[in-house]
């Protein structure tokens, strides 16, 4: 039987968070999450009437047309290691069409992030705060640094919320799995949105245990792209 996966969209834009903030890629959203996190600003990429259903060489035709040879393409959600038996299929074909693969994850997976470790070349994986309505997820996330290997830079969102021990909780989950990997504090918009001198302040907490951390704001909302 075909593989297929329910896709929310493909569309060419510039990655508007993390450490590759700024650089060209294409986005294939996938559809679904196991997690539902308060300050999602996707929530549509849950909505099964929003998506289709694509098969392989479908999803593989659409991305080489408008990527760039190079180029990542971010696959993103939703969650996308949802779908890791279709990216262990598809993703052999992006890379023969010399494109580089960019995962972006709630690192709750690890057993699929295990599966695809020598597939993808970057891992964006999110912290997952419980004071942003998300059930702690230390162990599964030390679990997915581990499958994830070197290709990972961690990333976590802070909130009006956000308690201070979660941000230390965080820097030395990262820190016991790679010293020299990055962290980023990315500041919440809209009505979560914290003081920017409690985020400096959290920033200091994280350089406690980690010399990675930095603050780097999502930036797609603000030059109005997807």
């Known amino acids: ?116 470790a020598e597939l993808v070349d970057v891992v964006a994986m999110d912290i997952k705060l419980p004071s942003a309505g998300c059930r702690a997820q230390w162990g599964t996330h030390r679990q997915f640094l581990a499958a994830a290997q070197s290709k990972v830079f961690a990333k976590l969102v802070v909130t009006a919320g956000t308690e201070p021990d979660e941000i230390e909780a965080a820097a030395r989950l990262v820190a016991a799995a790679d010293r020299g990997m990055p962290l980023v504090l990315q500041p919440a918009t809209g009505v979560l949105a914290p003081d920017m001198q409690y985020v400096r302040r959290c920033l200091a907490l994280a350089d406690r245990h980690l010399p990675g951390a930095r603050i780097i704001a999502q930036m797609h909302k603000v030059w109005g792209l997807r």
Not at 65 to 70: C, M, S, T, V, Y
């Open 1 to 116: 039987m075909m593989t297929t996966a329910k896709i929310i969209e493909i569309f060419h834009s510039l990655q508007g968070e993390g450490i590759h903030l700024g650089e060209p890629m294409t986005f294939v959203r996938f559809c679904g999450c196991n997690l539902s996190c308060e300050y999602c600003d996707t929530r549509y990429a849950s909505d099964e009437s929003k998506a289709s259903e694509m098969t392989g060489d479908q999803v593989v035709a659409e991305t080489t047309k408008i990527a760039r040879p190079g180029e990542f393409v971010s696959l993103t959600g939703g969650e996308p290691l949802l779908w890791g038996h279709f990216i262990a299929e598809v993703g052999p074909r992006l890379k023969e069409a010399k494109l580089k693969l960019y995962l972006e994850t709630n690192g709750t997976l690890p057993d699929e992030m295990a599966r695809l």
